[in-house]
């Protein structure tokens, strides 16, 4: 498996199942994911949301794009970035807690790569972030997003080395956990949005 | 010997099942066939075609009314008497009487349905009905509920199992609602006033409205997995005692619920604090059945390789989680500054509609229609495909209608420096399109899949009878 | 565990079952729904109130079969951007005289409840009939069948104010015998502007009635 991250990124894009399969029952270390692979693909969403946003403002569909000074794009980036980071690492350590139940493998490696790997489409189709219109980013992330759950639930059982079935209730548990996750994004931001943590609200 | 002499004469009345769940179908096929209707008239308005019968405003309760009372209430009919039946092993109760319950909820509904059409409405969501639907309703409903404890005061084993504590929880609940929030004045045959006026109307209407949700779409639907989802994967329910736990916390706190509706509304301040402390712990018991169900599916792996039936109600069970979670969230006063009135409440609704109600009751039927045909299920891979485009329109939904909600919830509150609104309302409005355009997408992907369904149980069944099973012998030591 | 053989009871005894079911779920309803219907301050008339006269009643139910309010909510909260769109938030004693109450529970298009004098009747007239005439974005049907149809044929308007009367609101009987008069005339599309014009603009003497949203 080739350390270079642009090349594995690619790889992992083009052959996912090949790169879960080369990946079955060999040690990784989640550092070694981490660091080589996955922080890079991290930090992409947030770059790209704030180079689009820079450049033209926010598109919130409503008329005139909503314009931010540089310090807040920042603020926001990092925090984008922050946040992806917890979503990443929280994700692959519940799918280890979860392994137990389901017969799968309980390397930590194996679930970074695992979530890196489903990841990766999701990572790299953020640079429709360069184009800040809400409704052109949708349209692009939610195919992706679709086939992210598909390499989800086709490569779990072969990189954790579980039966395509037992493979499949493991993952709709993990997509249980991802939606639960994004809502509560959703609500914590509306309630610190309310609260004035965030752009003025006339509540 | 004694158990010989217990056993029933006669076999279980599965043709009424059968009726149910084919009436459940055909109104799945139309009230969701309605919705997507629906969906492309906030698209193309001139889809209403300036006829009153047409109009978004008439034809919306047609879609609300026929997906919860045709298809769902159908559906808990057709699971309820097929579940019941076994679970005290005896025959239904009154076959007769339950017949008359079948026919008569079908007659109110299509009956209901025209009189939607003709403007007949009190206008209180999920009640629209007017009057003369609501005394027939009634008769109905206390029919149901004889058949089906009627079934249960004669069973053939001591306890009652669990799934009989959901459904007759819903059937108990959504009478004692029906009754008080209908309570009117009638005027003519096609109108009413309601007896209570204003604020109280409301807190009224959503102690209903709320628990028209929480005892039919979510108490109704858990006694049908309760039971069929231990059937389904052979394995006994995981935890006995957290289900006891489950259901009366369940049963106590969702009632509390109701005024969630009302944040920031002219009800009192109390009111609304109670019900968005209840609406957080009523998340609790929601989970427990949740984890319960999990936790017994997980033990049955093998069985998703053969079975579609157990994909859908697995998924079902995610949808359930995220979907009461959402609910405990958006229930927080804070969030709800947001959420109320946009579309985030709308996709909210469809995540648990979509989401669980209607997967949980595919698998079921997925699983009962071969039973009752004595033959297997006409296309496994048919199902598959149904399961995917399942998934996806619901997914599809739930994202275009999240994108839309919050950006309106936000876009409205916007205000800049000097505390002046950013955004028109008609702004606003107008860039909610291409959200309703994916939405009706949606709508059209997941009414695809029910049409495969459809196609699918009609090839299995036929027009067949169901097959005659009888109730087994009783262990002993569970006898009456 | 005791709670464990208790619970053994209600699951071998049918009767205790739905007894307990009935108890349990009753409980909410009893703390939230009663006293609201016996708090005074939520149901009695004030100088906010206003009684529908035969012609907004009228129009009231026109609007009600027409399902606008599954659209158009009436209920204006106490927050600041609501308050500065639509006027000022919704008091509980402004609905006094609703039955059904129609606060709505989604904003398809824009809140109604201060709707009043913020446009012509010239301009709901046409409106109504084609709302892409005035409002090009709109996804509102049209409803042109209101200029056709006769007020007075929207229910017996006699027997619709005695039984509101019964409710406790205060027609008198003069005022109910000279009803069908009132409505003498006029179309559905006029009853139906006279209600949305007088929506919300009940104010006590004294008042700022500047306190207009600009939508």
Not at chain 3, 150 to 161: T, Y
Request: charged fraction near 10%; hydrophobic fraction near 50%; include cysteine.
């Amino acid at each position: 498996m080739t350390k270079n991250p642009i090349v594995f990124s690619f790889r992992s894009f083009f052959h996912p199942f090949a790169t879960f399969q080369s990946l079955a029952g060999t040690e990784l270390s989640p550092r070694a994911v981490f660091f080589s692979y996955a922080l890079w693909l991290l930090l992409l969403p947030p770059l790209f949301s704030w180079l689009g946003a820079y450049a033209s403002g926010w598109h919130l569909g409503a008329k005139e794009p909503l314009v931010l000074t540089p310090k807040s794009l920042t603020i926001v980036s990092i925090g984008y970035f922050l946040l992806l980071m917890f979503g990443f690492v929280s994700t692959a350590i519940i799918s280890r807690w979860m392994a137990g139940t389901y017969g799968a493998s309980r390397s930590l490696g194996l679930h970074f790569a695992l979530v890196a790997i489903v990841g990766t489409p999701l990572a790299l189709a953020s640079v429709a972030h360069l184009f800040p219109h809400v409704f052109f980013n949708v349209l692009v992330l939610i195919p992706t997003m679709i086939w992210s759950m598909y390499l989800l639930y086709r490569g779990l059982p072969i990189i954790l080395q579980t039966p395509p079935e037992r493979g499949m209730l493991m993952a709709s548990s993990l997509v249980a956990w991802l939606l639960v996750a994004a809502v509560s994004l959703l609500g914590i931001s509306m309630a610190l949005w309310t609260a004035g943590v965030g752009p003025f609200l006339g509540v | 010997m004694s158990e010989n002499m217990n056993l029933p004469k006669s076999h279980y009345h599965d043709e009424i099942v059968k009726t149910c769940l084919q009436f459940s179908v055909a109104w799945a096929l139309l009230a969701m066939g309605v919705g997507v209707y629906i969906a492309a008239q906030l698209v193309w308005p001139q889809l209403n075609f300036d006829t009153p019968w047409l109009t978004f405003g008439r034809l919306r309760p047609v879609h609300t009314n026929g997906v919860v009372f045709g298809f769902g209430v159908s559906a808990l009919m057709a699971t309820g008497f097929y579940s019941v039946q076994r679970t005290s092993m005896v025959p239904l109760f009154a076959p007769r009487l339950a017949k008359f319950v079948v026919y008569g909820w079908q007659t109110i509904l299509v009956l209901g349905a025209l009189s939607l059409l003709a403007g007949w409405t009190s206008s209180k969501e999920y009640a629209e009905l007017e009057w003369p639907f609501d005394i027939a309703i009634l008769v109905v409903w206390v029919s149901f509920g004889v058949v089906f404890f009627g079934t249960i005061a004669k069973r053939r084993i001591k306890p009652i199992y669990v799934s009989n504590w959901f459904y007759g929880g819903f059937i108990i609940v959504i009478g004692m609602l029906h009754i008080f929030n209908n309570l009117a004045v009638p005027i003519s045959i096609d109108k009413s006033y309601s007896l209570f006026a204003g604020a109280p109307d409301a807190i009224l209407q959503w102690w209903y409205g709320h628990n028209a949700v929480g005892f039919l779409l979510t108490g109704g639907f858990l006694g049908m997995n309760y039971y069929f989802l231990p059937k389904m994967s052979g394995q006994p329910l995981w935890s006995y005692r957290l289900s006891i736990i489950a259901f009366w916390a369940f049963t106590y706190s969702y009632i509390w619920a109701g005024p969630h509706h009302l944040h920031y509304t002219s009800i009192p301040e109390w009111v609304q604090g109670t019900a968005m402390v209840m609406s957080v712990i009523l998340l609790a018991p929601s989970w427990a059945t949740m984890i319960n169900s999990v936790m017994t599916v997980s033990g049955a792996w093998e069985k998703l390789r053969s079975d579609p039936a157990l994909k859908f109600v697995v998924l079902a069970l995610a949808f359930y989680g995220l979907a009461t979670f959402e609910g405990s969230m958006m229930a927080l006063r804070s969030v709800n500054v947001v959420s109320h009135f946009t579309d985030w409440t709308v996709g909210h609704v469809h995540s648990g509609a979509l989401g669980w109600n209607a997967m949980v009751t595919y698998g079921a039927f997925y699983y009962m229609v071969p039973k009752l045909a004595g033959r297997p299920l006409y296309s496994v891979r048919l199902a598959n495909v149904h399961f995917y485009l399942a998934l996806s329109g619901t997914m599809l939904y739930i994202m275009s209608m999240w994108a839309a909600g919050v950006s309106q919830g936000l876009l409205w509150l916007s205000v800049d420096q000097v505390g002046e609104l950013r955004y028109a309302f008609v702004d606003i409005m107008a860039s909610m399109t291409s959200y309703y355009g994916l939405r009706f997408l949606a709508g059209f992907i997941f009414l695809s899949g029910t049409s495969l369904m459809a196609y699918n149980l009609y090839k299995t069944m036929g027009a067949r009878k169901a097959i005659e099973a009888r109730p087994p012998q009783v262990d002993p030591a569970y006898q009456v | 565990m005791n709670g464990f053989s208790v619970h053994r009871k209600l699951e071998e005894n049918t009767g205790l079952l739905i007894f307990g079911i009935l108890l349990v779920s009753a409980i909410g309803g009893l703390v939230q729904v009663l006293p609201s219907i016996f708090t005074e301050s939520l149901s009695q008339a004030s100088e906010y109130s206003h009684l529908y006269d035969p012609v907004e009643l009228t129009g009231r139910d026109i609007y009600i079969r027409e399902g606008c309010s599954v659209c158009h909510s009436q209920q204006i909260r106490p927050l600041i951007a609501e308050v500065e769109r639509y006027g000022p938030y919704s008091r509980a004693d402004e609905f006094v005289y609703d039955r059904p109450f129609l606060w709505g529970s989604k904003r398809t298009g824009p809140d109604l409840h201060r709707i009043g004098g913020k446009y012509s009747d010239a301009w709901h007239h046409i409106h109504l009939i084609d709302p892409r005439k005035v409002v090009k974005d709109s996804i509102m049907p049209a409803y042109p069948w209101l200029v056709n149809r006769a007020a007075s044929d929207v229910g017996n308007i006699q027997g619709k104010m005695r039984a509101l009367q019964g409710l406790g609101h205060p027609y008198t009987d003069e005022e109910i015998a000279a009803a069908p008069a009132a409505l003498e005339g006029l179309t559905e599309m006029d009853a139906l502007i006279r209600y949305l014009q007088m929506l919300g603009t009940n104010r006590p003497q004294g008042e700022d009635p500047n306190l207009h949203g600009d939508h």
